[in-house]
């Protein structure tokens, strides 16, 4: 071979070299433009200065729910039963909105934030999932990163609510969520690009642990705990056998029941757990979880008076909370499933349970034992945070899809090592 033909060769491996990084990029940039409203930090809702932000993320936000759909439309995305269970289930929320005079507003913001982010997965392709992890990392990644970096730097907050020091993240356990999404896909990430877990997993999960320490949620640490762990013994054959979506959603299912229904929580000592999670249980005496169960027995009862179809989108949740927090209703349910409940009524809760199920299912006909273990570990995350908070937004419906995704399984399962037989 001539010196002119290996410098020709040459020349032509680095050109196809750069149109791949050029392609890469160009994909990373268009799902970071489609994704980023969907995690707007909430100093753009509590910073009055910067309040005109908030009409730039709701038109953003219009223009990516639209692209998203066009996509699917252009892509023939099929109808899969997820996302199907997961269109009934908002059919159904919006039904009991419009007759139980609820908030317009709130059903078409909420709609397109559920199905927008089904449909961005549902026409993934296999060659697209790795500038797609890369856009979330760099999304969720540079928000966790800037929050801890602000509060290091800034002891007195960028800015003040209600007398409490903020920064850019929500002083609470909302969007220390965004971390189960973040550790989830860093691993992915790692195996895509190496084949084994790396400095993006290890990354991701040193910042997120010290994320939620700062906004001091002991529900999303613990969840996050779990998932950490679960992906950490993916190899192992144990770990293996007990870790699947399926499992995952049969415990705390059972951890559901009994701490919602069968209020075994009433008998904790909780002294002594305030005492360790450095928690105010004061509010008034015997006072549970920092009072969800006086919330979980008032929604329950709203519940029972329209069980059907609930009451669609609402500002309030729960009612008759004048004896434990002095007001008449209250803004979260402060569980995913009772909010599911009093939103769209049993059967809402019956089409998105299925939903859910969907996606386990799919999940669990992966061939590769070790990658169902990661998808159970985001899983388990997910509905073991549930019980104590509304996760019902885009980060769970951007989850579940994924774990519902063929193609992100396909993609995903060739690359992760399949442990000990």
Not at 340 to 346: C, D, L, M, S
Not at 348 to 375: E, P, W
Not at 388 to 410: D, K
């Amino acid at each position: 071979m001539s010196a002119s033909t290996v410098s020709s060769h040459i020349s032509s491996k680095r050109y196809s070299q750069a149109r791949k990084a050029e392609r890469l990029t160009r994909q990373v940039l268009l799902y970071m433009f489609l994704l980023m409203p969907f995690f707007r930090p909430t100093i753009i809702n509590d910073w009055p200065a910067i309040a005109p932000l908030k009409t730039v993320f709701a038109g953003w936000l219009l223009l990516s729910c639209l692209m998203l759909a066009y996509r699917f439309v252009l892509r023939n995305g099929r109808l899969e039963p997820f996302l199907v269970l997961l269109s009934l289930y908002l059919t159904a929320a919006a039904v009991a909105t419009l007759l139980g005079n609820g908030l317009r507003y709130d059903l078409v913001v909420n709609t397109a934030m559920f199905i927008a982010p089904a449909l961005l997965i549902a026409v993934l392709r296999k060659d697209e999932v790795l500038p797609f992890l890369v856009a979330t990392l760099l999304v969720i990644g540079v928000l966790v990163v800037l929050e801890l970096a602000t509060r290091a730097l800034l002891l007195g907050g960028i800015y003040r609510l209600d007398g409490d020091a903020r920064w850019i993240l929500e002083g609470g356990s909302l969007q220390s969520r965004w971390c189960f999404l973040l550790v989830f896909f860093a691993a992915a990430f790692d195996y895509l690009a190496k084949g084994r877990l790396g400095a993006a997993f290890m990354g991701a999960s040193a910042v997120s642990i010290v994320l939620v320490l700062a906004l001091a949620s002991a529900t999303s640490m613990v969840a996050l705990v779990a998932e950490i762990v679960v992906i950490l013994f993916s190899w192992s054959s144990p770990v293996q056998r007990f870790a699947t979506s399926r499992n995952a959603l049969l415990i705390t299912t059972v951890f559901l029941v009994l701490i919602v229904f069968v209020r075994i929580a009433d008998y904790l000592p909780y002294d002594q757990i305030a005492t360790i999670l450095g928690k105010d249980l004061t509010y008034s005496q015997g006072s549970t979880f920092t009072g969800r169960t006086y919330i979980w027995d008032s929604v329950i009862g709203s519940i029972a008076e329209s069980p059907i179809i609930g009451y669609g989108y609402q500002q309030y949740v729960a009612t008759d909370l004048w004896q434990f927090y002095y007001v008449h209703d209250y803004g979260s349910a402060h569980n995913l499933w009772l909010q599911i409940g009093f939103t769209a009524g049993v059967f809402g809760i019956i089409l998105f349970a299925s939903a859910v199920v969907s996606a386990c299912s799919t999940a669990d006909k992966c061939s590769n034992r070790a990658y169902r273990a990661v998808l159970c570990g985001l899983v388990l995350s997910l509905m073991l945070t549930s019980v104590f908070e509304n996760t019902l937004n885009s980060l769970l419906i951007l989850a579940l899809s994924f774990v519902a995704s063929p193609e992100a399984s396909e993609a995903l399962s060739m690359s992760v090592p399949r442990g000990r037989a």
